[in-house]
């Protein structure tokens, strides 16, 4: 009779976890998030939007889509023509190219002739040094 009361008999309740450890686990799953899903995904929209600021005439660019063209010129921020076969061109919504296959070299600066002409400086106009290099003197 007092055994099987001893053994109904609770031994007290077990301590739950605090406020803190309640919801450290949750806390844990956000930082995972961020570090794997969320950063990598700015990181990825920061240099799409970098290369879409970066188009000029001459590259070459695929859609959405999936066309393959050359851009003929950049209408606004928002719309490039390109040219998707011979004397096709369409105009596209610039957030719409998804990548550049191969960009253009910028055009070179070219230096404005001095009084001396296009010699470097060495006194000779530009006629002398074509009559020198033609066996004139």
Same mark, same amino acid.
């Given at each position: 009779m007092f055994v099987s009361l001893a053994f109904a008999q609770d031994a007290g309740a077990a301590a739950g976890p605090t406020g803190f450890e309640a919801f450290l686990p949750l806390i844990l799953i956000v930082v995972v998030f961020y570090f794997l899903l969320i950063r990598p995904q700015q990181k990825?929209?920061?240099?799409?939007? +970098?290369?879409?600021? =970066?188009?000029r005439r001459g590259d070459r660019v695929v859609t959405g889509g999936g066309?393959?063209?050359?851009?003929?010129?950049?209408?606004?921020?928002?719309? &490039? +023509?390109?040219?998707? +076969?011979?004397?096709?061109? &369409?105009?596209?919504?610039?957030?719409?190219?998804?990548?550049?296959?191969?960009?253009?070299?910028?055009?070179?600066?070219?230096? =404005?002739?001095?009084?001396?002409?296009?010699?470097?400086?060495?006194?000779?106009?530009?006629? =002398?040094?074509?009559?020198k290099l033609l066996g004139g003197k």
């Amino acid at each position: 009779m007092f055994v099987s009361l001893a053994f109904a008999q609770d031994a007290g309740a077990a301590a739950g976890p605090t406020g803190f450890e309640a919801f450290l686990p949750l806390i844990l799953i956000v930082v995972v998030f961020y570090f794997l899903l969320i950063r990598p995904q700015q990181k990825k929209m920061k240099e799409h939007k +970098a290369m879409l600021g =970066a188009i000029r005439r001459g590259d070459r660019v695929v859609t959405g889509g999936g066309i393959i063209g050359t851009v003929t010129k950049v209408v606004d921020d928002n719309e &490039v +023509a390109m040219e998707i +076969a011979d004397g096709v061109r &369409v105009r596209v919504q610039r957030s719409l190219i998804s990548t550049v296959l191969s960009k253009t070299e910028p055009v070179k600066e070219q230096k =404005a002739p001095d009084d001396k002409g296009s010699t470097g400086g060495t006194g000779e106009g530009g006629g =002398a040094k074509l009559k020198k290099l033609l066996g004139g003197k």
